[in-house]
């Protein structure tokens, strides 16, 4: 018997980004669209080719995008929110939506459930007509028949697209089921024209996450309409990152061809399989989100587990995802010690169809069984890497003698004041000031050998002389370096920590044409030596006010790597905040008295199902205190998040117990403050007041404005005020003007602040 083969999706940016750079220029009017499309073919082409020559049976079309497939959903129900719909050419309409046109604003972006990936979110409206556009779908199909290639058609199923959806009354999006369906319907009596049969893929996500009462009860009703738009359609329903065992019951009593599970990360899957003995199970056992290779011997024995309850014949070997987050292949990566034990997307391709033929075969060949042998190994039983242990990481871990910081905030903060002596709303920046071309530069010159240590050195200087003056001009309250010295805040502190391997090219799509290189923590985690004292305390020497320290959290670090899987996400965190605690050290030996520990990616690490939810936020939170644990009682502590809707979790960012937390919510609006005061939060808070994503610096009257907005809700002798995030990505020209203003109105509304108190 030979078992059957699915690829969920596979990566579309190209192997050298060439997706990337022909929209780009496109973007910058360099080049027509025409010349997108011929890119755009010629990528899926190859990779259809790959696929197939690798032996794969179900390979995916339309898992193909020109930015994101939830936006391409919306062109093809004719989603189009009222501020796009006048934009007749249908490509230009497309990026409109993605990226703004100068008239509209941009609709809103949001990580596709707990990865990295970013979707654009469906703004969906009662005046909204429904129609079919089928053009994209049924035109990849036909291009990759042209080559001899009979695709399986992918498409995000109707639920999770509008689960993931916002309505412009703030009502349930699911009301808008009843219009949707007939168009999907009418979508596979399309296909079904293509050929005699065609498989179709709904992606179907949402079903992990906790299914909704509003949701569950659509499941059956909808894949039983869906089924019966042709008899030549075979619909499988895909869904990953999670089990989901609520919608596999109800499918299994739909007239549906197979259902897609993934058993890496939803290891409950297997739980009542049973009723699934009819259908066609798309067996997810490659890991489609991390780069390492598959341990043949375990996914052997998940098929054989699968095989309990459901007739081999009927069971499909696949990625546990799309391989739309995992690099593109490992051809093209130096060798190192780590190497053979990495699988990028075309490697997986090929073990994906090498667990089939092992699972087929009624008996292994000799080659095979060492096959099977050898992929049992990790760094951590190979005595030739010696890479991955360090006992002195285990034996501090096992003796630590303090977890957590001292004192409560209340006792802490008596100390600070007297110490920082600060105004009251003191005013501060985020971390990072805008990466010039000049740094960029220096910083690329200094990497190819350009320029020695010394000249890099010298340009980082220069960079940090102007910040300070900059921040010490306008009268900023806590200064900063700026960052110059740090392309990506992961990436520094990973350059820096053993443990790390950084990929030449293991890019991954981040949203758009924007893709991120995401570090490989393959080892025990440590600090060789200092990693910031160095450069704050050169920008400390400049000043007088003080100098923050500026450090990535623990949490941080780990939801923005690809993280070694033969120990726990905790136990990695621990070793990462372990390391980080010696610099805190280090930082308040040198002198600096207030520390931020950014944890920008906090809460993306939230699991997906609520039970889960508890022990991450256990590991995650011990993990940030443990990073801060070294600073002493006067030492200010803060932290930084991107985002304000602590809905939620805001008991577990009170138990941080940073003395100050800035957040994002100049572009989010000042209500979500609210969920602080309802919760009594005790800590200071720094409420962004500057939308860093856009290039217009606002003016005193505005920033006045936002500033009395959050007065309203927090206590002016614990609020600060500050951006909403790092000013990387903007100019000088764009932040000057903005900070002088921020400054400026804090001190109109301090003044006043001030002659009320001296009058009470
Ligand atoms: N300190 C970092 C910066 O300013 C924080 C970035 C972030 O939160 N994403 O760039
Ligand atoms: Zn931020």
């Known amino acids: ?29 360099k080049v027509s669209f025409d010349e997108v499309e011929a890119a755009a073919r010629v990528l899926r082409k190859k990779y259809w080719r790959l696929q197939k020559d690798a032996g794969i049976d179900f390979i995916s079309s339309n898992d193909f995008s020109f930015y994101d497939n939830m936006l391409d959903t919306m062109a093809m ?72 290639v009979r695709t399986k058609i992918n498409i995000i199923g109707p639920l999770t697209f509008l689960a993931l959806s916002k309505t412009k009354d703030g009502g349930d999006s699911f009301k808008y089921l009843h219009k949707i369906t007939p168009v999907y319907k009418r979508l596979l009596e399309e296909i079904a024209k293509l050929d005699e049969f065609v498989y179709v893929q709904f ?11 509003a949701m569950l009860p659509l499941i059956q009703a909808t894949y039983r309409e869906l089924a019966s738009a042709s008899g030549r359609i075979k619909i499988i329903v895909t869904s990953y990152f999670e089990h989901s065992t609520e919608a596999t019951k109800l499918l299994c009593d739909t007239p549906i061809w197979g259902v897609g599970l993934d058993f890496l990360y939803g290891k409950r899957n297997f739980e009542g399989l049973e009723c699934a003995a009819s259908k066609y199970i798309i067996t997810g056992v490659v890991d489609g989100r991390n780069i390492w290779r ?4 375990a996914s052997l024995e998940m098929l054989e587990r699968i095989n309990k309850a459901i007739p081999k014949e009927q069971i499909i070997v696949s990625t546990s995802c799309s391989l739309l987050h995992s690099p593109y292949s490992l051809k093209n990566e130096p060798e190192s010690a780590i190497k053979k034990y990495l699988a990028f997307a075309c490697e997986k391709v090929e073990e994906v169809s090498l667990l089939a033929r092992l699972f087929s075969s009624d008996s292994l060949s000799e080659t095979e069984k060492s096959l099977i ?48 002596n600060l105004p009251v709303l003191p005013t501060t920046t985020i971390g990072s000031f805008p990466q010039t071309p000049a740094l960029r530069k220096a910083r690329s010159d200094y990497r190819k050998g350009v320029i020695s240590s010394a000249g890099y050195e010298i340009e980082i200087k220069k960079y940090i002389d102007h910040c300070v003056a900059f921040q010490e001009e306008v009268g900023l309250d806590v200064l900063v370096h700026g960052e110059p010295e740090r392309n990506d805040m992961v990436e520094y502190f990973g350059e820096l920590l053993e443990g790390f391997h950084f990929t030449k090219n293991g890019w991954v799509q981040s949203y758009g044409s924007r893709c991120v290189k995401p570090p490989v923590i393959f080892g025990d985690v440590s600090r060789p ?59 308040q030996k040198a002198g600096v008295t207030i520390i931020q520990v950014d944890e920008a990616a906090f809460r993306e690490g939230y699991p997906l199902r609520k039970e889960n939810i508890g022990e991450y936020e256990q590991w995650a939170l011990e993990a940030f205190r443990l990073a801060v644990s070294a600073a002493d009682m006067p030492t200010q502590i803060h932290t930084h998040m991107c985002y304000s809707d602590f809905n939620g979790i805001i008991k577990t960012i009170e138990a941080m117990d940073a003395d100050a937390l800035t957040i994002e919510t100049a572009r989010s609006g000042n209500k979500l403050l609210k969920v602080f005061k309802e919760t009594a939060y005790q800590n200071e808070i720094g409420p962004g007041v500057y939308d860093i994503h856009s290039p217009r610096a606002p003016s005193v009257a505005e920033f006045r404005e936002q500033i009395m907005a959050r007065l309203e809700t927090l206590d002016k002798k614990k609020m600060w005020v500050n951006p909403d995030c790092g000013l990387k990505t903007r100019n000088w020209e764009e932040v000057k003007p903005a900070l002088r203003n921020m400054v400026e109105a804090t001190a109109t509304i301090r003044k006043e602040i001030l002659r009320v108190s001296d009058m009470s």
């Open 294 to 297: 598959n341990d043949l011997c």
């Open 77 to 148: 129900l004719n989603a189009v929110p009222e501020r796009f719909a006048g934009i007749a050419d249908k490509n230009e309409r497309y990026f409109a939506m993605a990226r703004g046109n100068g008239k509209a604003a941009a609709m809103e972006m949001t990580k596709w459930f707990n990865t990295n990936y970013h979707f654009i979110v469906p703004e969906l409206s009662d005046d909204m007509v429904f129609q079919l556009d089928p053009a994209k779908v049924t035109s990849e199909y036909r291009e990759a028949r042209d080559i001899g």
């Open 373 to 420: 042998e050898e992929s049992k190994g990790n760094l951590l039983s190979d005595p030739n890497s010696g890479l991955i242990k360090n006992n002195r990481v285990e034996d501090r871990l096992a003796k630590l003698s303090r977890t957590s910081r001292k004192g409560t905030y209340a006792e802490r903060s008596v100390l600070q004041k007297e110490r920082l």
């Open 529 to 587: 030596e200092p990693m910031t004292v160095k450069w704050i305390s050169y920008a400390q020497s400049k000043t007088k006010k003080p100098m923050k320290g500026m450090l990535t959290g623990p949490v941080t670090i780990l939801n923005w790597s690809f993280v070694r899987n033969d120990i726990t996400r905790a136990e990695v965190a621990r070793q990462i905040a372990l390391a980080l605690s010696d610099e805190v050290a280090d930082l």
């Open 203 to 213: 992606d179907e996500p949402a079903f992990v996450k906790n299914p909704s009462d």
């Open 1 to 29: 018997m030979t078992i059957k083969t699915l690829i969920n999706g596979f990566p579309r940016i190209g192997e050298n980004r060439e997706l990337k750079k022909a929209l780009e220029n496109y973007w910058a009017h």
